[in-house]
């Protein structure tokens, strides 16, 4: 199992608004970090709450709403089972 494989941040470049697409028993939680390594949001993983559980194939969207933020690079920073994966995210203003 490669976590790099069953995990997606779309659509990227994004204007802050964005979902994780994800195996649903494997995100438990999410940061995301400006280039700075400032934290920028943190948000908790739960089937009932945050996650789409109606997503095909056992996935599930996890929507994420960063429209406050000013256009830049940043980090989302995902937890399973104690280990961690980022991926990048460009956020752009209409």
Do not use: R
Request: charged share 20%; glycine share 6%; hydrophobic share 35%.
């Amino acid at each position: 199992f490669s976590f790099d494989n069953h995990i997606s941040v779309f659509p990227n470049p994004s204007d802050g608004k964005f979902q994780v697409l994800s195996l649903k028993s494997q995100v438990s939680s999410l940061e995301v970090y400006n280039v700075l390594g400032e934290k920028v949001i943190e948000q908790a993983i739960s089937d009932k709450g945050t996650a789409n559980s109606n997503s095909p194939n056992g996935y599930s969207l996890i929507p994420v709403n960063l429209s406050e933020v000013p256009e830049g690079i940043y980090f989302i920073k995902m937890t399973s089972n104690g280990k961690t994966f980022t991926k990048k995210l460009i956020v752009e203003k209409p």
